[in-house]
Structures are given as C-alpha cells and as structure tokens.
C-alpha cells in the first residue's frame, strides 16, 4: 500500500493532521494500534517497565485506539503564552514554540467547530470583573481555559467528515508499527522506504510512502525512535540526539484552601467552570513576576466534591467519549439524579458547572518539572508480543522539585490579594504532609526535544535530525510542560506540519515537471 504520508498514532494529533492533509488533496494512511474503542496498553500488548517508581503518564495516563489518551481526556485547550518565554531556560525554543501557536491558534480552533478565536484572556477579564483588576494589581495574571465539548473530546468527529475530495484517508486499525526499512548513501541522511504494520492475529500489512509521521505519544514514539537506531546500527537518529532523556510532566498538588466564609464567592463569582458561547472554561492563574531561573507553573479552583449527579453525569458522558456503556448500579443512578437535573438547569440556566452549596474547595498548583537527563525512556531486554522492545522508565520526583513547588506555593500565596472584594479568601497548606505528595498530570514532554543545538531530536520543523523524511508530532516536543496542558500548542504544531508537508508535496510535483 503506497501514500502520500504515513502516520502512527491515532491520537490527537495524528488525527488532526491526516483529516488536515486529506482535505488538502494529500492520500494518507493513519495506522493505530488500538481499535475503535480506547484501551489500555495490556489491551493492545505494549508494557512498561520501571527502573525506580511507576511513572503514571505510561500507564492510567496513556491509552490506544481512535483519539488515544483524549479518550479519557478532560479536553482542556489552552495556548503556551509570552509567560513561557520569560524564564531563562530554552528561551529560543519557547520563542519558537509561542511564536507557532500565536500562529496557527486560529485555524486549530476553526477546525475544532470553536466560532470564535481563543478569548483566553478576554473571557475571564469579563466572568471576574473587578476581580480580575485587583489580581492583576497583585502580580497575578489570569487567563481562561477552553474545554471541548464532550462528544468531540477523542477526536473521532474529525474521521466523520466527508472526505470525498481529491485526498483520500485509509485508517488501518490495530496495526502495530513493528519494522522500518530505511535506504541511505555516504553522502545522505537516511531515508524512510517504508513500514511494517503487524496485527495481533500477526497479519501482516506493508505501506510505502513519501513522508512519514510519529505520532504515537511521547513515550512510544521516542521507543520508536530508540528501536530504529537500534535495529539499523545508530545510523537513523544522530548519535549526539538526546532520544528518550528529559522526561518530565506538571507535578501538580493543593496549596491552599477556600476559607468557608469566601465558598459562595467561588462558586458564584466566576472561580469555578462557566459556559461561554456553548464552551465551558475555567480560568487560570500565573504568577506575572515570577523568576527568571522558576518553573513554569499556574493555579486553578477544583470543588473536592460535586455531588452525585455530577459523578454521574461523568461517568455517562466518559462512556460515550470511549464508546463503551456506562458502568452504574441502580444505586449510583437513584442518588444521582436529583444532582444531575441540578446539574442541567446551572448548565443551560446559568451557564455554570453545578457545584453544590458548600462543597470545599481548594487552590490547585500544576507546576513543571525541570528536565533532567536521568528521567528518562530507554530500551528493555524483555519484548512485547510482536517482537518490539518494551519501553523501560526511570522517572522521579527530584528534591529540587519538591523545592521549586514551596518556593511557587509561596509566592503565589503571597500575592494573593485575599481582602480584595469579589476574591476569595485563601488559607494556606503545609505542604510537607503526606496526603499532599504531588502526582503528575499525564503530561509528558522533552524525549524528543525540538531545536537546533547537537542534543535536540527533531529540528523547528519537526522533522527528524538525521533522516529526511521522518517528523515527530508529540508533545515529547516540547523542552517542558510549561504554563499549559499541552495538546492544544500540540494541535497548532499539526496545523503547521500539514502546511509544510503540502508544501513539499508541491515542489516535488513542480520538479517532476521539469
């Protein structure tokens, strides 16, 4: 089978781009591990090991099938911003990387149905009112997330279009990526040729193609990445590549709580979830003043219980984004609905997510942690069932890290303006206590570092450095987790991909007629 471009992973991103590149005129072929229906790795036969603790981002936090993680995914869009320039670490590449999704944020937004641009900025300067000034006055900047609707989340709607247009899209569900056969000469970077797809029922599918595409995730692509210097000597990736290393995530933990005096300001005042133009959001907070040698973090309000009928509606609606059937007792259901017609007249009467009168509530911090080499993805001895080296995780969480969030904790705390009308009231944690140990967010990024220095992997276009026609699309990417979840500044690298691709594609077609 021959293509124009072959990608693996139908995740997000590879979605995004093969619907981009399809629409465009470009035949791609998308293959997928998993099925129709997300699953987890055991499902599909891929396996982790771990050197020192369990790394969750591989494990509860990564799924196969059509829209990978996102089909557990919350659907948090939000941009990388100016705010991730500022610190001193990878200043070019941040640039770079801001830069892109300033860029691109507009037509993402388009192809994911959103009728207006991001209003990140706008929309919560406009729920918090007077708020919104007296943070600002304080040091605090305050942007507003966007959330995908529940029935777009795993990306499926994006496969539903009709793709009667010159480009045509074949899906090949689970098939494992299981061999690559490359051609190179002294005088050249290697060159893709094509890729094995194997089975489960060990069928086996061959596919051909100009441009090929790793979009399986930061981890599997960077063992995709390791497997093929592997196998073909070392002469695929360059040597000085630094595949696999500086994996990191957002840790992320409470720092403090609503006093039970400011709770109604925090349900009523803009603090929680609201809808905007049928979209809920939420708005997030960001120390303005940070350090130059700081982590990059942001805060944000979470109810610690929203009553059955949120549970409820949860675990029907994650279903349906899974495309599996809800698993309740009569129980759960009988208890929840009460909660859930509260849920749907504060949804469509008020435009806000239900948060039951007096339910706790709690300043969240997500903060980045510093890439260093020893977090990392290597190969294992023990292999999969298809022949395929098992990805083996050394990942902690370092001291410095446990500093940077005291030192993070405290100043946003500080500049807190907590007598500030319409602002609520907050009372510190101790952050030392055991239930409060940070978990990372299923973020991870840096394995396939971009950028031009001899230890990056892919370049600014996110074309593999030493072969010439292999991209990466991951948020393995990214230097770091940065002041965002990643997949939309993700889906902004997608929309640029698919213009550079079709470019190629051009002159190539150019050439060939002279």
């Not at 051909?208 to 070392?234: H, K, P, Q």
Request: some cysteine.
């Amino acid at each position: 089978m021959s293509c124009d471009t072959c990608i693996v992973g139908a995740g997000a991103a590879g979605i995004y781009l093969a619907t981009r590149l399809v629409a465009s005129g470009q035949s791609v072929v998308l293959i997928e591990a998993g099925g129709k229906r997300a699953s987890d790795g055991s499902v599909v036969g891929f396996k982790c090991e771990f050197d020192i603790e369990p790394y969750h981002g591989a494990t509860t936090g990564r799924l196969f099938g059509v829209g990978g993680t996102t089909a557990a995914w919350g659907g948090a869009l939000m941009p990388f911003t100016d705010l991730d320039c500022g610190l001193l670490d990878n200043q070019d590449i941040w640039s770079h990387v801001v830069m892109t999704v300033g860029r691109r944020s507009r037509a993402v937004l388009s192809a994911l149905r959103y009728p207006h641009d991001g209003e990140f900025s706008s929309a919560a300067s406009v729920r918090l009112g007077a708020a919104f000034h007296a943070l600002s006055g304080s040091g605090i900047d305050t942007l507003s997330a966007l959330w995908l609707p529940f029935h777009f989340k795993n990306f499926s709607f994006l496969l539903a279009q009709d793709f009667k247009r010159p480009g045509r899209l074949r899906v090949v569900f689970g098939g494992v990526a299981n061999a690559w056969e490359f051609t190179s000469s002294p005088a050249e970077e290697s060159r893709v040729v094509g890729v094995s797809a194997v089975a489960q029922n060990g069928k086996l599918l061959t596919l051909n193609g100009t441009n090929f595409v790793l979009a399986a995730g930061a981890i599997e692509s960077a063992r995709i990445l390791l497997e093929m210097n592997d196998n073909a000597g070392g002469d695929v990736v360059r040597r000085t590549s630094a595949v696999g290393q500086y994996l990191s995530d957002h840790l992320s933990l409470p720092i403090a709580d609503v006093a039970p005096e400011s709770l109604e300001i925090s349900r009523q005042a803009g603090y929680t979830p609201f809808f905007l133009n049928g979209w809920m959001r939420n708005p997030r907070f960001f120390d303005a003043s940070a350090s130059s040698d700081s982590p990059r973090a942001f805060a944000h309000f979470i109810a610690s219980d929203r009553g059955a009928g949120f549970h409820l509606a949860r675990a029907a609606l994650s279903a349906f984004q899974s495309r599996s059937l809800p698993k309740l007792t009569a129980v759960q259901l009988a208890a929840g609905l009460g909660g859930l017609l509260r849920l749907g007249w504060a949804r469509y009467a008020r435009s806000e997510l239900f948060v039951p009168h007096g339910t706790p509530m709690h300043l969240q911090l997500d903060i980045e942690q510093k890439p260093v080499a020893s977090n990392r993805i290597t190969l294992a001895t023990n292999r999969d069932r298809y022949g395929r080296r098992n990805a083996n995780i050394s990942w902690r969480i370092h001291d410095h890290d446990l500093t940077s969030i005291r030192l993070a904790a405290r100043r946003m705390l500080e500049r807190w303006p907590n007598h500030a009308e319409g602002v609520p009231r907050l009372i510190p944690r101790v952050l030392e206590a055991t239930a409060d140990k940070p978990y990372d967010t299923y973020h991870p990024t840096g394995t396939c570092r971009m950028g031009v220095d001899a230890a990056a992997v892919v370049n600014l276009d996110l074309s593999v450095w030493g072969t010439q026609n292999l991209w990466l699309l991951s948020t393995g990417v990214f230097p770091s987790s940065g002041t965002a979840n990643p997949t939309f500044s993700l889906l902004c690298f997608a929309e640029e991909l698919s213009e550079h691709l079709l470019v190629l594609k051009s002159r190539t077609v150019d050439s060939s007629r002279l």
